[in-house]
């Protein structure tokens, strides 16, 4: 059963060629058009070569998975154990234990709930008026990217996306393996697989990596593997870097969609009409201190 | 205005769990069910190190950009010399003339036309019952991931497919300048760029390069730039790899479509019931000799 979902005003369809271009859009959006990014949903994963990748965590839609991620940051779990063991081509970067014998603390949820779908409309959703190919509906809450059947809603698998590994159901992963996308959003995975967060900077140093040659991607020796150093969150780590994320609910980030959807600077012959919702995704800037 | 299209007959919508999967189509089905990549079409490209990257090459979408292509290669125009310039995270890496001076053989149509999109429906155009972000109707011609409005017809910028740079219109771009897409399908460059052909085999040695840190992804040294090596068509080489594309118009193709959009393996809670034209890109497969 589909409901009513709030949406773009339809006068939005329609742009001149003379209007400003995405780019236009955000260098002159207001400061309340962006929200900070907290400290304590900032996770801070740290590779070799003094790369380092920053995640902002999504309490609001996978409460115990975040839960869990985070007192295995502050147990300092990942630092100790945590590896990337999984780079499949156009799918998926993967990082947990590869030996799969390391010990979780006590207080860790085996099995958390509620990160799959979670019920009704999210916190200020703003719907795009685009078709999805899997969704009744698409669109935007908080600065997150979300579906929506008008009974439920979800965190949708986007390149960047972060999900919680897991095995055979009932298991639905603790967050101690983790993976982001990489390629062609791998929607069919939305409300099978619980989606914890989304990397907000260094997602390149992710998709480059190489691909590995075992089943699905997995790397087949332990050279292979890249460990990760500290994995902490921003709120215990001095001088962390701050990131803001564009508020979905401002009047810029409208303007800003309707302007990707309908392309018509110098370069486009031929303005799209539309955009997917993993082409839309709130736009992200490190804060300058 | 939007025409009747054929689709996939509507019995397919429902699966039971005990489907076979996807790999298990592929395994099973018949060797009818898969056409030979010609020789003629089929582009080499050597990379350092012994990699290879295989594209297929599209005469009927863009019969005068691929004359052009084959023409370059012929000449050993690429070879000579085109690089790896351009490696933009979740979009593209580009490889042409980083001196943009090189001299193109006197026969290179230097606009070519009819590559944008293409009257009518495509031969043996196979719907799929799905709806398409971008577009009235996606599905499959010949195994080629096709879109349409009903009056005209284009390949898709999804990961893998291949198009030819351009400056600004009416440049067309003439194939010197090629890029591969990583990441999620920009769609928005449907119809705004000559899409010419898919990497077949490789694509994970292009996908994990280092992104470049100039401006849209280019690289800023001659250092960081990826000569290429030999880049030929497979007629021109003795021992030439040889592929298979699934045909998009055989029952197997038709099964697998199906089960990719209502997975229910296993590791599956909820199949999506749906599948962006994206994330059903022909199966592929080496001929061995």
Sequence with gaps: MRKAFPALAAAAFLVAAASPSPTEILATAPAD???SVLPENLLLLDLPGGKQVAIELA???APQHVANIRLLAKAGWFAQHASIVRVQ???VVQWGDA???AALPKATVMQPQGSYER????AGFRALPYRDAYAAQAGHSNGWPVASDGTSHWLVHCPGMVGA???MPPDTGTGAELYAVIGHGPRHLDRNIAVVGRVLSGMEYLSSLPRGTGEIGFYESESERVKLGSVQLAEDVAGA???E???SDSAAFGQWVNARANRAEGFFVRPAGAADICNLMPPVRPIRR
Tied chains: 1, 2.
Aim: no cysteine; charged share 30%; proline share 16%.
């Design 59 to 61: 309490p609001d839609f």
């Design 119 to 122: 019920p009704g409309l999210p």
């Design 89 to 91: 081509e156009n799918y």
């Design 245 to 247: 994320v564009m508020r």
């Design 99 to 101: 030996t799969g014998k």
């Design 241 to 243: 870097p701050r990131f």
């Design 33 to 35: 058009a962006w929200r």
């Design 165 to 167: 590994g897991r095995d």
